[in-house]
């Protein structure tokens, strides 16, 4: 047979399609892209975003309680330029926070709210945005708030208008003293006011005025007086709430009585509601005399109370100078405050996704996000594409994600839109995969694998823009995701990994158990899972990653479902993650802690942690099946030559498959023997590097030697067969480059004889 070497070929990304070009890769899992794009890496892990103490053990203060449950909802939110950094996440209906800067995470929980709806699998959970100097969340049950930062919340929108203020009637038969008929030697005089309740007319002789200029009441000539009242909330953002109720007053003078002529009275308002927190004001309005003219019903500003304790007011404002005409009914409208989804675009907040409409698109008035007007929206129900799912910024337009469409919403005046369609065949479930990658464009997943939406936007709709698959090579990935838990399924994008992530659950679970990365750096596809294995009394270990996002510095952040062996309860016996609480991935040289039931005492239950070690099968390289231009053709594969960077004398496994068949059989096990110095960057840092923490510094880098290229052959010696691919696997840190196969063949083609039957 002849010898032939196949030549040198790069260590390619995931293509799960049949017979792709032998530079590709079948499996590609829990590896990076090195940060040169020059080959595969498995340097990485994850460790607690909170430092763990240096003993090894963990006590839960009065039980497991919260920490055994899913992370349902995880954002970073940084303020001031990054002076303030927040980690807002939420577990076991617990909205809470942490806050970090610098490359750190303080110990200390900030409880937000409690009791706050725990989200189904088919729904998107709290949903945040950032709007001026707070940021808004909710989740389509609870009642929105505003987080400000700093332990501060307040209520967002209204779930019901003011009531209306209590307008005392005047009582004109009432005067203090015939001596202020004349207004004595002041020219003030005490206004002849009374107001009553049931009849009974009380004296505040004590609340004088200029009855020349101020005062309520008719003119020369006319008897009665009839005004109304009606009052707004205003909030800590600016937005004024829909009108209360209006309330009358009204009275009669008699031009006959000498001490009523010509005099002006003043109204008592009480009881002027006050509202809830995120009220910092209240607006008066108030009529003319209509009696004046009847067809003047029109209400003019009167008073802005500035705080929202005050319960009273005495109206003393003439007529003439009642010049600002109130707002329309229609400016301010109570909304259901059941929103599911939310955006911050043009100044405005857009707002979707209540029960019983899901097509209705709801705008604010610019720079007032609670203040909705009635004829502010867009019903985009009878366009086709199903519910709206997710409201996305990008350039100047607003992308309005539906179930199997995307629209486009597009500014033509500053309060005048105009909306469009981009696709009428793809849409989105998965809310929280939807992330923008700078100079790429917007990635989000799709029951058919991951999309990007390309291009700029400009006018009314796109301008050189484009809807893509960007994972077509990933289909089997995508056959196995579970439809119903789709909106659970959860992404990031990490300029520090040049990388965007996305988990999703698959094979009829809930929870998120795999993920699959696209490297910018190259363009590539990896996959990331953990195959189930038993951990003490527990089976079943997988990667369950419930939330992913960045900080301000790049790091990604994952909420977890953690891995709680018993004595927990028996419906939390076991869930799928090393580690708990939020984590950070680093070049920790574990991935997560495992936990281990120690003791409970007085309530208190402790647990030892310790790294999940990195064994064998949870890193690998898989390639592609290679028949050498004819998998008719039988040949011997001689061996494997890879070139690699190992770090230290650590042993690499390469074992092989044929045939397209799923047995595996060992290739052998190789280790570095040429001495080189690969130029790479310093080691990458582990969260807490430099930190006295000795458990958080062991990193990559530190615990094995410098790294080295070299070149390993690894003698397979296979038997006849038409096709083969490798698998190269290891515990120990290793990054593999490009390889060269060594095969012989005599040339013949085998073909499979067929008979008949009989």
């Not at 929108?157 to 203020?165: D, I, L, R, V």
């Not at 004046?292 to 003019?300: G, K, T």
């Not at 929103?339 to 097509?359: M, P, R, V, Y």
């Not at 984590?583 to 005492?601: M, N, P």
Request: net charge negative; glycine share 10%.
């Amino acid at each position: 047979m002849k010898t032939q070497t196949i030549p040198e070929r790069l260590a390619g990304g995931v293509d799960q399609r049949f017979k792709v070009t032998p530079d590709k890769a079948s499996d590609i899992r829990n590896l990076r892209v090195e940060d040169t794009g020059l080959g595969w890496t498995n340097d990485r892990g994850w460790e607690p975003l909170n430092m763990l103490p240096d003993s090894g053990t963990y006590t839960f203060t009065g039980g497991v309680g919260d920490a055994k449950h899913p992370n349902r909802f995880l954002k970073v939110w940084s303020r001031h330029n990054g002076a303030e950094v927040y980690y807002l996440y939420e577990r076991n209906g617990k909205l809470q926070y942490r806050f970090g800067n610098d490359g750190t995470a303080t110990t200390g929980v900030v409880t937000l709210g409690a009791n706050r709806y725990k989200p189904k699998a088919n729904e998107p959970g709290t949903q945040m945005t950032e709007f001026g100097r707070f940021a808004i969340i909710h989740n389509g049950n609870d009642v929105p708030i505003k987080f400000w930062g700093r332990e501060k919340t307040t209520q967002f929108h209204w779930t019901q208008p003011p009531a209306a203020p209590i307008a005392y009637k005047v009582d004109p038969r009432w005067i203090d003293s015939p001596n202020d008929i004349t207004g004595g030697a002041t020219g003030l005089c005490v206004p002849t006011v009374g107001w009553q309740e049931g009849g009974a007319g009380v004296n505040h002789s004590s609340n004088t005025f200029d009855y020349t200029t101020l005062g309520l009441g008719p003119t020369a000539g006319n008897k009665k007086a009839h005004y109304r009242y009606k009052m707004t909330y205003i909030t800590d953002s600016g937005s004024e709430s829909p009108f209360s109720e209006e309330v009358a007053v009204t009275w009669t003078i008699d031009n006959a009585v000498a001490l009523q002529k010509d005099k002006k009275f003043c109204v008592f308002l009480g009881e002027i509601q006050t509202g809830p927190n995120n009220v910092v004001a209240r607006r008066i309005y108030r009529t003319k005399n209509v009696e004046l003219d009847a067809n003047d019903e029109s209400f003019h500003f009167l008073k802005q109370i500035n705080d929202n304790v005050t319960t009273s007011h005495w109206d003393l404002i003439p007529d003439a100078t009642l010049l600002t005409t109130a707002p329309s009914e229609n400016s301010s409208v109570i909304l259901p405050s059941s929103f599911k989804l939310s955006a911050s675009w043009n100044g405005s907040l857009w707002i979707a996704g209540w029960d019983g409409d899901n097509t209705t698109l709801r705008y604010s008035d610019r720079y007032k996000p609670e203040q909705f007007s009635r004829f502010r929206f867009f019903d985009v129900g009878s366009r086709g594409g199903g519910a709206i799912t997710a409201l996305v910024p990008y350039y100047n337009s607003l992308i309005v994600f539906r179930e199997h469409s995307i629209e486009v919403v597009s500014a033509i005046a500053d309060d005048e839109y105009t909306i469009g369609t981009i696709s009428g065949q793809v849409g989105t479930t998965a809310t929280n995969t939807i992330k923008e990658i700078s100079g790429v464009g917007l990635f989000f997943l799709a029951m058919d694998g991951v999309y990007a939406l390309t291009g700029g936007q400009s006018g009314a709709g796109l301008v050189e823009s484009g809807l893509k698959p960007v994972s077509g090579n990933l289909h089997k990935e995508w056959k196995r995701m579970t439809e119903g838990a789709l909106p659970r399924a959860t992404a990031c994008y990490s300029s520090r990994e040049k990388e965007y992530w996305v988990h999703y659950p698959v094979d009829g679970q809930t929870e998120n158990s795999r993920g699959a990365v696209f490297h910018t750096l190259t363009g590539t596809w990896s996959l990331r899972n953990l195959p189930p294995q038993t951990i003490g009394n527990s089976t079943g270990h997988n990667m369950w990653f419930t939330n992913l996002e960045t900080n301000p510095e790049g790091w990604i952040i994952i909420g977890t479902y953690p891995n709680f062996p018993q004595p927990v309860p028996a419906d939390n016996a076991f869930k799928g993650f090393p580690g708990f609480d939020l984590q950070v991935w680093s070049a920790y040289d574990g991935w997560g802690d495992d936990l281990t039931y120690v003791s409970t005492s007085q309530g208190n239950v402790t647990y030892s942690y310790a790294p999940h070690a990195r064994d064998e099968f949870e890193t690998r390289y898989i390639s592609a099946w290679d028949d050498m231009g004819d998998d008719s053709v039988k040949k011997r594969i001689h061996s494997v030559e890879i070139d690699m960077v190992t770090f230290g004398y650590n042993d690499i496994t390469l074992d092989y498959q044929s045939d397209y068949t799923f047995v595996e059989t060992a290739g052998g096990t190789a280790s570095p023997m040429i001495i080189e110095k690969y130029l790479t960057p310093a080691s990458e840092p582990a969260w807490y590097d430099g930190n006295t923490d000795v458990k958080n510094q062991a990193k990559w880098g530190d615990k094995w030697s410098g790294s080295q290229i070299c070149r390993l052959r690894f003698d397979v010696h296979t038997g006849n067969i038409g096709a083969f691919r490798f698998i190269l696997k290891g515990s120990n840190k290793f990054q593999i480059i490009s390889y060269q196969i060594e095969y012989s063949t005599s040339g013949q083609k085998v073909i499979t004889r067929r008979g008949g039957s009989g």
